[in-house]
């Protein structure tokens, strides 16, 4: 069918002025598929960042302990020894799940933490908090606190702690200054302030307050294990999976960020089925466009369809010819609106960088192979139409015209 | 000489009811292999419809058409589109040539259409018919750029690309000055000699006719003389 396609571009360039006007019209569909896409996408992402980005993707908590019978040989309970609801159970054996967390495919960072809440006193003010331990060099591996960080450093090391805006402006506290730190164990440490970050939030930078792991081992007397193992991922749609995968391999109990944010998923659904019906309506216009391009040129070319035809050229080879056509005006507006669109979102800040107020336009996300497919796709199933009509051509008449 | 073609009892009527147009009313025709035929009549005696019929365009609505030994009345479209690309030749009063295409591309569509693709020899044989027909100067240009009596040369070189057994002419001359109509119609008869090829040639014009061994009349739908 090489000849057809020979005819099929030889139409195409016969009139050019008429063909860059189709294929424009089909390259601006493909523009606003592209432009849609990377803009419903890189608001999608926008939201998880904004939403999930500073959250553990994956997080695994230690059960709370049963409270302990002792039970005598006729059944009766002699003694039971219920855990103190300030007294926090463990992942006793975390030191040797963390490898073979780490070594899951897409996880990014694993952070195990020692969770709790206590006071911090300052002269005559008084603060609750609730204090976070982690190891040294693992600050930011789930909530960015080096990027949040506006004076001091992020890291932490034994008798140190970090506190948000806030909560360090209510105890009055500069860095280098210290302050007592006492646990709902009863456990007391002082430390100084090594940092001072702010998120914009304003329960955490009010309410958190970083320590090193081995401080939060002091202050909630827990000599080993840890209380939290936060997971991140290189993709966090991949957690539900991650997830399954992690609970498989250790048997803990590891919850996905999307159990509990089920709301969420919904207004992104939401928000991607308006995405599609968009893209949807400009693969529409595509269709109609080439269609009805196609349609007309059917209808002046049938002297010529009749001539092939006499001449022994096929039905079949006459739809070849006109879906090629509609092919290759897909290709060409596909490609021509894949790079002109990839043009147009390259001048926009990419993912890592979206802040509030600018326009989310992810250029990763521009569906550009997927766009440039449908096109022609799209554009063959418009050409049918033409083309069965022009096969239809009854040559005797078509030759008299 | 052998029987190319042969009709008998050809009838095509347009319309139905009241309004039908019998213009074929039992046509009997013979061709023999090599034959020049004028085929002559006044307008409306049913030529051109005679001529759409041979050429297998048009199916007749009743009667028997034979060519080759093939019946072409029972035949389906594709097998006729196939049969017309092999056997039958067109040469039409206005060149009917393809416009965005060159003299040369014109000439090799028969076989570049049933081959896929343009061959060397393809090209080959194209260029040859077009030097015979005196257009070696023409061959890649624009049909758009060659006069009439040029296209109607391209025209007759298409007609003969395949080599077929029959080529049928619809007022070859007609659109042409008597100097280009000349020209063309000493081609035709160097190639019904030289090839063997069979001619039937629509035609009012008496000295074309009289150019031709055999002079087909049609009159009322039927053969005459």
């Given at each position: 069918m090489l000849y057809a396609l020979k005819i099929a571009a030889r139409y195409l360039t016969a009139n050019l002025a008429q063909t860059a006007l189709l294929v424009t019209g089909v390259a601006v569909g493909v523009f606003i598929f592209i432009f849609m896409s990377a803009l419903i996408g890189g608001l999608a992402e926008f939201i998880l960042a904004r939403t999930v980005g500073d959250m553990a993707h994956i997080t695994i908590e230690a059960e709370s302990a049963d409270p302990a019978l002792l039970i005598s040989p006729k059944g009766q309970v002699l003694f039971v020894a219920e855990?103190?609801?300030?007294?926090?159970?463990?992942?006793?054996?975390?030191?040797?799940?963390?490898?073979?967390?780490?070594?899951?495919?897409?996880?990014?960072?694993?952070?195990?933490?020692?969770?709790?809440?206590?006071?911090?006193?300052?002269?005559?003010?008084?603060?609750?908090?609730?204090?976070?331990?982690?190891?040294?060099?693992?600050?930011?591996?789930?909530?960015?606190?080096?990027?949040?960080?506006?004076?001091?450093?992020?890291?932490?090391?034994?008798?140190?702690?970090?506190?948000?805006?806030?909560?360090?402006?209510?105890?009055?506290?500069?860095?280098?200054?210290?302050?007592?730190?006492?646990?709902?164990?009863?456990?007391?440490?002082?430390?100084?302030?090594?940092?001072?970050?702010?998120?914009?939030?304003?329960?955490?930078?009010?309410?958190?307050?970083?320590?090193?792991?081995?401080?939060?081992?002091?202050?909630f007397a827990m000599p080993q294990g840890v209380t939290r193992i936060e997971i991140k991922l290189d993709d966090l749609n991949a957690a539900d999976a991650t997830a399954l995968r992690i609970r498989a391999l250790t048997g803990l109990d590891a919850v996905s960020w999307t159990e509990g944010a089920a709301q969420l998923m919904e207004a992104l659904n939401a928000q991607a089925q308006t995405g599609y019906f968009l893209k949807g309506f400009a693969l529409l216009t595509i269709v109609i466009g080439v269609a009805s391009?196609?349609?007309?040129?059917?209808?002046?070319?049938?002297?010529?369809?009749?001539?092939?035809?006499?001449?022994?050229?096929?039905?079949?080879?006459?739809?070849?010819?006109?879906?090629?056509?509609?092919?290759?005006v897909g290709l060409l507006g596909g490609v021509t609106g894949a790079v002109l669109g990839y043009l147009a979102l390259l001048p926009f800040p990419s993912r890592e960088a979206f802040r509030p107020g600018t326009l989310p336009l992810d250029i990763t996300q521009g569906s550009y192979g997927l766009a440039i497919t449908l096109t022609v796709i799209g554009a063959i199933l418009a050409s049918i139409l033409p083309a069965r009509s022009a096969a239809r051509v009854d040559p005797v008449t078509a030759i008299g015209q | 000489m052998s029987a190319l073609l042969e009709t008998s009892e050809l009838v095509k009527t347009f319309g139905a009811g009241d309004t039908a147009t019998r213009v074929l009313r039992g046509l009997n025709l013979r061709l023999s292999t090599g034959e020049m035929a004028a085929l002559l009549g006044p307008s409306g005696s049913?030529?051109?419809?005679?001529?759409?019929?041979?050429?297998?365009?048009?199916?007749?609505?009743?009667?028997?058409?034979?060519?080759?030994?093939?019946?072409?009345?029972?035949?389906?479209?594709?097998?006729?589109?196939?049969?017309?690309?092999?056997?039958?030749?067109?040469?039409?009063?206005?060149?009917?040539?393809?416009?965005?295409?060159?003299?040369?591309?014109?000439?090799?569509?028969?076989?570049?259409?049933?081959?896929?693709?343009?061959?060397?020899?393809?090209?080959?044989?194209?260029?040859?018919?077009?030097?015979?027909?005196?257009?070696?100067?023409?061959?890649?240009?624009?049909?758009?750029?060659?006069?009439?009596?040029?296209?109607?040369?391209?025209?007759?070189?298409?007609?003969?690309?395949?080599?077929?057994?029959?080529?049928?002419?619809?007022?070859?001359?007609?659109?042409?000055?008597?100097?280009?109509?000349?020209?063309?119609?000493?081609?035709?008869?160097?190639?019904?000699?030289?090839?063997?090829?069979?001619?039937?040639?629509?035609?009012?014009?008496?000295?074309?006719?009289?150019?031709?061994?055999?002079?087909?009349?049609?009159?009322?739908?039927?053969?005459?003389?």
């Open positions: 855990p103190g609801r300030i007294r926090t159970a463990t992942l006793a054996e975390a030191a040797t799940w963390l490898p073979l967390i780490a070594a899951v495919p897409g996880v990014k960072a694993v952070s195990p933490q020692i969770t709790g809440a206590g006071f911090l006193t300052r002269g005559a003010q008084v603060s609750q908090v609730s204090i976070t331990g982690v190891e040294p060099g693992r600050e930011s591996a789930i909530l960015d606190l080096d990027g949040y960080m506006v004076e001091g450093s992020a890291r932490l090391g034994s008798g140190l702690i970090v506190l948000g805006r806030e909560l360090a402006d209510d105890l009055a506290l500069s860095l280098g200054q210290s302050v007592r730190v006492q646990s709902t164990t009863g456990s007391t440490m002082v430390l100084t302030l090594s940092g001072i970050y702010q998120t914009g939030s304003r329960g955490m930078d009010q309410a958190r307050a970083f320590v090193s792991l081995s401080s939060a081992r002091t202050l391009a196609l349609l007309l040129s059917t209808y002046r070319r049938r002297p010529e369809i009749g001539i092939m035809r006499a001449m022994g050229a096929g039905r079949g080879f006459v739809v070849f010819v006109f879906v090629t056509q509609g092919a290759l | 049913g030529k051109s419809t005679l001529l759409t019929i041979l050429g297998t365009l048009m199916k007749p609505t009743s009667g028997r058409y034979q060519m080759l030994g093939h019946d072409l009345i029972a035949a389906d479209d594709r097998e006729l589109t196939v049969f017309r690309n092999r056997h039958i030749g067109f040469v039409f009063q206005f060149h009917n040539l393809l416009p965005d295409f060159t003299a040369l591309e014109n000439v090799i569509f028969p076989t570049a259409v049933r081959e896929g693709r343009e061959t060397a020899t393809a090209r080959a044989r194209g260029r040859d018919l077009l030097v015979r027909m005196g257009l070696a100067d023409r061959i890649d240009f624009p049909t758009a750029n060659l006069s009439g009596g040029q296209k109607q040369r391209v025209a007759v070189a298409r007609a003969l690309m395949n080599s077929p057994e029959l080529v049928l002419a619809d007022e070859p001359t007609g659109n042409l000055d008597r100097a280009s109509a000349l020209q063309v119609m000493e081609l035709i008869g160097q190639i019904n000699r030289d090839e063997g090829t069979t001619f039937l040639i629509s035609t009012h014009d008496e000295k074309i006719a009289a150019a031709c061994q055999r002079q087909i009349v049609v009159a009322d739908g039927l053969v005459t003389g």
